[in-house]
């Protein structure tokens, strides 16, 4: 049994560099992606997390089944499956629960609008209470917010900023934009 005033880490590698998962229990707490170059400054953006304060850290060098999937999703070609995680989210509002659970319905390679996903979680005008609760996101790739797009553009993407949604978006797309055969 893990102690609950712990959050334990790991480190997983990608082309585009270390990411972080982090675990409180047996759930998973967050996800980071690989947007810095060093390790101190993931472990850095861990220790920002209100959640996180107050808590001790531990690195958990063991291999688990989210960091394979990342490691497989950030490398081509892309992974067909999506296991079931256990994801701790109970520290979130029910609307920003909801918000996030809806985002594992979306397919690879698929976007839909915010205003799209209000209505399927059943508030068709709080597309802007959306973008708020997708930009507390802690799962990226897993929860896939980057497949929710603006009306008139791509929206945003939290901390990590346009790029990552771009990259992100072009590698679902690249997995699903075969040529045919002759």
């Not at 953006?45 to 497989?72: H, I, M, S, W, Y």
């Amino acid at each position: 049994m893990l102690a609950r005033n712990c959050v334990y880490y790991r480190f997983y590698d990608t082309p585009w560099g270390t990411g972080l998962t982090a675990y409180y229990g047996d759930a998973l707490l967050r996800v980071v992606l690989p947007a810095w170059l060093k390790e101190e400054y993931l472990l850095s953006f861990l220790k920002q997390d209100p959640f996180c304060q107050g808590k001790k850290l531990f690195l958990n060098t063991g291999r688990g089944e989210v960091e394979e999937f990342l490691e497989a999703y950030f490398a081509n070609p892309l992974p067909d499956f999506m296991p079931a995680f256990n994801f701790y989210i109970e520290r979130f509002t029910p609307f920003t629960r909801s918000v996030l659970w809806e985002l594992k319905t979306i397919a690879w390679g698929e976007v839909i609008t915010y205003q799209e996903l209000a209505q399927r979680v059943g508030k068709p005008q709080a597309q802007r209470a959306v973008g708020l609760a997708l930009s507390k996101n802690p799962f990226p790739v897993l929860l896939p917010c980057h497949r929710v797009v603006g009306k008139r553009g791509l929206g945003g993407f939290s901390s990590y900023g346009l790029r990552w949604k771009i990259l992100l978006l072009s590698l679902e797309i690249s997995k699903n934009d075969r040529f045919p055969e002759r």
